[in-house]
């Protein structure tokens, strides 16, 4: 893994969240995105060389909205960049870690991603993040 990629927050509502955290940065979100995929919206603000994303569930399935409802808002994440997921899903599974995803998939900001599940990384969700190739 070669850094934190971001910190995902769940949210209720992404405006009234973009609000408060421009005022917290001190400027705006630079990409908001719908990941159909996974039932979000997200927006991404740049803190530093440091990435925050918020999630609101676009639907009652969404692992975010299950989320809000048993955790309420708050750190939902948090995403390590990594050169090959591939290697990389299958490093961590020889290792002994449960994903969530055995496969990557399209995630937002450009990415192919992949979730551990937390029950194998001491109750954090820990997703990877590779840069999609063109």
Request: proline share 3%; with cysteine.
């Amino acid at each position: 893994m070669k850094k934190i990629e971001h910190i995902g927050i769940a949210v209720k509502d992404i405006e009234k969240s973009n609000d408060l955290f421009k005022t917290l940065f001190g400027e705006a979100h630079y990409k908001i995105e719908d990941v159909e995929s996974e039932g979000v919206k997200t927006s991404f603000f740049k803190c530093g060389p440091n990435k925050i994303e918020l999630l609101q569930a676009t639907n009652e399935n969404s692992p975010i909205a299950k989320f809000i409802e048993k955790k309420g808002e708050g750190i939902h994440h948090i995403a390590f960049a990594v050169d090959d997921i591939d290697e990389e899903i299958k490093r961590l599974t020889n290792e002994g870690f449960q994903m969530i995803h055995k496969a990557p998939k399209k995630g937002a900001d450009h990415k192919l991603i992949a979730f551990l599940h937390p029950k194998s990384s001491n109750s954090v969700l820990v997703e990877l993040c590779q840069d999609i190739r063109d």
